[in-house]
């Protein structure tokens, strides 16, 4: 049998946060590269089907971090600058 798991306040949140405009991991991951590097570049910001995505997907959201932490050094950045960056950018 599976053990029962106590939703807290934080999991309830995320299970209800508005995903809409829709976009697919898949995409999102296809689109991961460009859309970190150009918010490092502070070319552009996130596109609002990207953002949506990343403040409703955890796992999208590692990712983003994870590129952002790679590539940090390419753009001058820390990687806490970069982490930073992509997570008020996800957040607005």
């Known amino acids: 049998m599976t053990p029962h798991t106590t939703l807290t306040d934080s999991v309830v949140d995320a299970l209800l946060v508005d995903s809409e405009p829709w976009l697919s991991c898949d995409d999102c ?9 150009g ?8 596109e ?3 953002r ?3 403040r409703a997907c955890g796992v999208c959201l590692e990712e983003a971090l994870a590129l952002a932490t790679l590539i940090a050094p390419d753009f001058g950045l820390t990687e806490d600058q970069a982490q ?5 950018a996800a957040a607005t």
């Open 29 to 37: 991951f296809d689109q991961a590269d460009t859309a970190v590097e």
């Open 39 to 46: 918010l490092l570049t502070g070319e552009r910001d996130f």
């Open 48 to 50: 609002e089907p990207f």
């Open 52 to 54: 949506v995505h990343l």
């Open 84 to 88: 930073t960056r992509v997570t008020a």
